[in-house]
């Protein structure tokens, strides 16, 4: 049997289901913000993403999917979908009059990680992208839809933002960087790599002796230009009065090369370590590097992967409180259990086991369920008009008459 590919995974049954529940809520929102559907390739030019997401990152330095197609075209196959909407934005010569455009997409991303919970290898991302707004009040929009999304969906996250300055002050920054990163050693092999590369970068090592290094790094907030600061400050001000929570992070740059000004990150720490559930930022000067005389973008994707986790857990909470497990011990019980499950299911959510098993792999088996109430019926419960009740949380059992088990349910 040939077996998927490591890193990949089917979406079978109730995870299909949750996949088109989370777009469908995903674009709902959208499309309220009047954003409208767009559709990428898969596949791109390489250059494309080294020249965006940057040699620096992780993404293009180790984990991009390329190869060689037929004709010797070099290509990779989409770690993320800003670039693709950059590069048809000005395919399409929408740049040419800062045309204002908002998309939306949604599917499959490539990287070459590490699998482990919450990371794959081939994931899905829904992703905005805003083209012709140079307004703050964009990016907190943007801000606006995620936090929107992540209520509808019953999903609890932490917002933190940053501002990454813009080209009048991030150089300014930068130097004072490089000087305070020379005056340290002992960085990892990757922060020596990044210092070259693009130093702000540094600032994002999950490695605690770089972390360590970093306690007194200078901050970008204290180098911020006056348009910057007013700008990330009117952010903050319009997202308190709209009461979205967040926190400052200093430290907050993002994997990818391509922001200035606005950087954001949405974290849930339900499915593990803290985990990043979305991510985004105004990506100006992207689109000069990849060609224009100038425009302004901004935009978030978000991990559909990490999203479902959250929502399956939830769901198996939610279910824990409901469901009943129903048994016998002996199979000609079968035929008088089944009318009082049928009474029962009239109101609640009862799990039946047809086969007839020993008690204890019964118990077993309604605690590999998350059931929350256990009732099983044996050969003396049932010539006492009885039935054995067990509450699988708080695990006090007894025999409760038939007649009563309605009420006392
Ligand atoms: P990103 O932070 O690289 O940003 O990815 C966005 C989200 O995709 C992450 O927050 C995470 O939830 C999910 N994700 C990333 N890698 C994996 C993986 N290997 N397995 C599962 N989920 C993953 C971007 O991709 C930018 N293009 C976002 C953006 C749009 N910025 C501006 N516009």
Redesign the pocket.
């Known amino acids: 049997m040939i077996s998927s590919v490591k890193g990949t995974q089917d979406l079978i049954d109730k995870k299909a289901t949750l996949y088109e529940k989370i777009i469908k809520t995903c674009e709902e929102v959208a499309k309220n913000y009047s954003f409208s559907f767009i559709n990428l390739p898969h596949m791109e030019l390489s250059a494309l993403f080294k020249r965006s997401v940057g040699e620096s990152s992780d993404i293009v330095g180790k984990e991009m999917y390329e190869f060689k197609d037929k004709s010797d075209r070099e290509i990779a196959l989409r770690p993320?979908?800003?670039a693709s909407a950059v590069r048809a934005y000005l395919n399409a010569k929408f740049d040419k009059n800062k045309a204002a455009k908002r998309w939306f997409y949604h599917g499959s991303m490539f990287?070459y990680?590490r699998p482990q919970k919450?990371?794959?290898r081939e994931?899905h991302?829904f992703?905005v992208?805003s083209f012709g707004e140079k307004s703050v009040y964009e990016d907190i929009n943007l801000i606006f839809i995620l936090d929107e999304i992540f209520k509808k969906l019953g999903i609890k996250s932490t917002l933190k933002i940053n501002s990454l300055g813009c080209e009048a002050c991030m150089p300014k920054f930068r130097e004072k960087l490089i000087e305070f990163l020379n005056a340290q050693s002992g960085f990892c092999e990757d922060c020596l790599r990044r210092k070259e590369l693009n130093p702000i970068r540094v600032l994002d090592c999950k490695q605690e002796t770089c972390k360590n290094l970093l306690i007194k790094h200078p901050k970008m907030r204290d180098c911020l230009c006056e348009t910057c600061k007013t700008d990330f400050e009117l952010l903050q001000k319009v997202l308190k009065d709209n009461e979205v929570k967040f926190e400052v992070d200093d430290r907050l740059v993002?994997?990818?090369d391509y922001y200035s000004k606005t950087a954001f990150?949405f974290e849930n720490d339900s499915i593990g370590a803290k985990a990043?559930?979305?991510?985004?930022?105004r990506?100006d000067r992207l689109l000069q590097d990849l060609g224009s005389k100038g425009g302004y973008g901004v935009?978030?994707?978000?991990?559909i992967?990490?999203i479902m986790d959250i929502l399956e857990q939830n769901e198996a909470k939610t279910d824990d409180e409901n469901l009943i497990y129903f048994c016998i011990l002996n199979e000609e019980l079968l035929q008088d259990s089944i009318s009082l499950v049928k009474k029962l299911r009239q109101n609640k959510k009862v799990f039946m086991n047809y086969e007839a098993k020993k008690l204890s792999k019964h118990l077993e088996l309604a605690d590999n369920m998350n059931a929350c109430v256990f009732l099983c019926m044996g050969d003396d419960e049932f010539k006492e008009g009885k039935i054995f009740y067990k509450n699988l949380k708080s695990k006090i059992d007894k025999k409760i008459l038939i007649n009563d088990l309605e009420n006392f349910l």
Do not use: H, K
């Open positions: 993320e979908g800003t990287r990680e919450g990371r794959f994931f991302q992703g992208e993002r994997g990818l990150e990043a559930i979305a991510g985004g930022g990506y935009g978030f994707a978000i991990g992967e990490r």
